[in-house]
């Protein structure tokens, strides 16, 4: 099955800092790269995701950019806020009805 | 419009019970995957339903087996329960469960403790 390595598994940063998390995958064929944010206690909810046909993405203040030939993508949290604090998980598909997830990045944003 | 239903929301069971966990999707949505969460672990993906039939299926053992109704309700039984079964089951669904992956919104969870 697809491997998926994440890291940090934790990161700790200044308010209005950035924050950014790395994912790598094994499957040079994953054609989907997904996002998800758990606020503690709560479910997980998808935040952005990308294509393989697409390099970047950007929905305000998050961004994913994807490097196929590396096999990594990577979030990007610009002007974290105390919202942003929270469990993060990317995750890998390839067109057979499942994500793969990595082991989650757990975010905390000082005030 | 409801979001996803799981239940029951907690579940303490002992060794050698088994269990069965309830997902009502949200109305339209036809795929119904169950994942189970562990601190550390991540997310691991159990299996995926869509009209019924089983899609795909994750690395666990056969005491882990689900369903899925008409209604797209689906149900998971884990059978002649382990310690090491504690875990949060999420489960999530879809419009289509399209090959190509779509957006998962997930249900709150059932947090089964085994004694």
């Known amino acids: 099955g697809e491997n998926v390595e994440q890291h940090p598994s934790t990161l700790s940063v200044q308010e209005g800092d950035s924050a950014v998390i790395k994912c790598t995958y094994s499957?040079?064929?994953?054609?989907?790269f997904p996002w998800y944010k758990q606020e503690l206690g709560k479910r997980p909810q998808l935040i952005i995701d990308?294509?393989?046909?697409?390099g970047e993405k950007k929905d305000q203040r998050i961004a994913v950019t994807l490097n196929k030939t590396a096999k990594h993508f990577s979030l990007h949290i610009t002007e974290t806020q105390p919202e942003d604090s929270a469990v993060y998980f990317c995750?890998?598909?390839?067109?057979?009805?499942?994500?793969?997830f990595g082991a989650g990045t757990t975010v905390t944003v000082r005030a | 419009k409801a979001g996803v239903t799981q239940t029951p929301r907690y579940l303490i069971k002992t060794r050698g019970q088994q269990v069965t966990l309830s997902c009502s999707p949200i109305?339209?949505?036809?795929?119904v995957s169950w994942y189970q969460q562990t601190p550390g672990q991540g997310l691991q993906f159990l299996f995926e339903?869509?009209?019924?039939?089983?899609?795909n299926k994750g690395n666990f053992p056969g005491r882990f087996s689900g369903r899925q109704f008409s209604n797209s309700r689906s149900e998971m039984n884990v059978s002649t329960l382990e310690l090491g079964d504690s875990a949060l089951y999420l489960c999530?669904?879809?419009?289509?469960?399209?090959?190509?992956?779509?957006?998962?919104?997930f249900g709150s969870g059932t947090q089964l403790s085994v004694l």
């Open positions: 995750a890998v598909a390839f067109n057979d009805y499942k994500l793969s």
């Open positions: 339903y869509f009209s019924e039939t089983q899609r």
């Open positions: 999530a669904s879809s419009l289509s469960g399209a090959a190509t992956n779509e957006k998962l919104f």
């Open positions: 990308i294509r393989s046909n697409v």
């Open positions: 109305s339209g949505h036809r795929s």
């Open positions: 499957d040079s064929a994953s054609n989907y």
